[in-house]
């Protein structure tokens, strides 16, 4: 009997039947990524946070925490654009469960 590939294997962990959901999960992993890290340049400029000034020991730290805010609000938003709400919905519950959040 040969063992199932990575795919099949992630399919049954995520609960995933169809390919076309899988990718479309992989797109919206892959959108989000990049929003969340694109957006936070221009957030932080917002608040008049910029390399120029502060030091980069400090600018570095604030912007990575301020991508992982954006990816949890950006990976349900983008979730529901692509028709995959409620595993995006599950996946951030179960994600900051992790995290010691409380819902």
Not at 36 to 42: K, Q, T, V
Not at 47 to 75: C, K, N
Not at 82 to 98: A, D, P, S, V, Y
């Amino acid at each position: 009997m040969s063992r199932p590939n990575y795919f099949t294997r992630l399919k049954e962990k995520w609960g995933i039947t169809s390919n076309v959901q899988l990718t479309l999960i992989f797109i919206v992993f892959a959108l989000t990524g990049s929003a969340a890290s694109r957006l936070a340049g221009p957030v932080m400029d917002l608040f008049s946070l910029s390399i120029e000034s502060l030091h980069p020991v400090i600018y570095w730290p604030l912007r990575i925490g301020l991508i992982f805010p954006l990816y949890q609000l950006l990976l349900v938003f983008f979730g529901a654009l692509f028709g995959q709400f409620r595993f995006f919905w599950n996946f951030e519950k179960k994600m900051l469960r992790r995290l010691g959040v409380k819902l």
